[in-house]
């Protein structure tokens, strides 16, 4: 039912902006005010996310390491893998964010019959991240195209390059089919991988049928349904958007504003959603922290400022309660005047 849900509400949007889009005026709305509220929604999200995080106090040093930290001069240090400078935290940092290093590392455990329990490497998961985010990543610079005039000759050389095996007419694009296989690769993961299911929630899968709706109806406005959309509106529009003067022609296809009303609900959507670990990768004290523990003491500065207090002072305050208690004490109670 999970699952189930997630494909109902993109269904929901869908139907939305279809029958929405056909009522006279309401292109408006799907084509101008929804972008420009899904930006702002975008924006001040991740804007409060961050700040939110930076304010988490982080007193002592948390990063989670798998290698030699450094110690004395004859043991090998592992520079990556436990990061003493500045300059190999970031080293560490770009190739987490840049090559996924960390779940290179992946692996599987499995019991068998003894029982005994048996962990194997496992690299798929790792290579269907890559292609995902990677085909994402290359689907947005290939669309900032259509907000910019004129277009930078870099964005028409990185078309070609996504194009490079040149199928079909129009060219199929690799990150094309790289986004979709991708969203296919993940969410059957979270069905077939018996503990990957039971922990998976629909804030879990929603974003994977949202992108991969996103994806096919892309893939339907280029492939399939060319003559229901009128391109040179489209580019009017969304240079409009991005100049402030947006204007929408007579004739753009339904099927350009439920492309755009689910880019819009994904976009709104990320701030709030799983999907920030684009930014909170960074901001992630267990990878952007130093292992100095062994050459620097951390005192944490939230502490309360405790003076010190001697056996005496101790002895003094609390005499007459360790009496009545029959507690030894090295200096006999004083007695009163009434005695």
Request: aromatic share 16%.
């Amino acid at each position: 039912m999970k699952y189930a849900f997630s494909f109902l509400a993109v269904i929901a949007l869908i139907l939305i902006a279809w029958l929405g889009s056909q009522i006279p005026g309401m292109p408006y709305l799907f084509g101008v005010a929804l972008p420009y509220l899904a930006m702002i929604i975008f924006l001040g999200g991740c804007v409060y996310k961050v700040v939110q995080w930076a304010k988490s106090p982080v007193p002592f040093p948390i990063q989670t390491t798998c290698g030699q930290g450094k110690s004395l001069d004859f043991i090998k240090h592992n520079r990556l893998e436990a990061p003493s400078t500045n300059g190999e935290v970031v080293a560490r940092m770009f190739l987490e964010v840049v090559t996924f290093r960390s779940l290179f590392r992946n692996t599987k455990s499995e019991i068998h019959e003894g029982p005994y329990i048996t962990y194997e490497s496992s690299k798929w998961l790792w290579c269907f991240a890559l292609i995902f985010h990677y085909s994402f990543f290359s689907i947005v610079v290939r669309h900032l195209r259509l907000f910019l005039d004129p277009v930078p000759a870099w964005i028409g050389w990185w078309e070609f390059v996504d194009g490079l095996f040149e199928v079909g007419a129009p060219t199929w694009y690799i990150s094309d089919v790289g986004l979709v296989v991708g969203c296919l690769l993940l969410f059957s993961r979270r069905l077939i991988t018996r503990h990957v299911r039971y922990i998976s929630l629909v804030n879990d899968y929603f974003p994977l049928v949202l992108i991969f709706a996103v994806a096919v109806t892309g893939i339907l406005m280029r492939f399939f349904l060319r003559a229901d959309i009128d391109i040179v509106n489209i580019k009017q529009l969304t240079v409009g958007l991005v100049t402030l003067s947006p204007v929408i022609g007579a004739k753009i296809g339904a099927i350009f504003y439920i492309h755009v009303f689910l880019v819009c609900v994904l976009i709104a959507y990320f701030p709030f959603s799983k999907l920030m670990h684009f930014a909170g990768v960074f901001l992630s004290p267990t990878r952007n922290l130093r292992n100095d523990s062994r050459a620097v003491r951390h005192i944490n500065p939230w502490n309360p400022k405790i003076l010190p207090h001697s056996y005496a002072g101790y002895e003094d305050e609390f005499r007459e309660f360790m009496v009545n208690a029959d507690i030894p004490v090295e200096k006999e109670l004083t007695p009163s005047k009434d005695e």
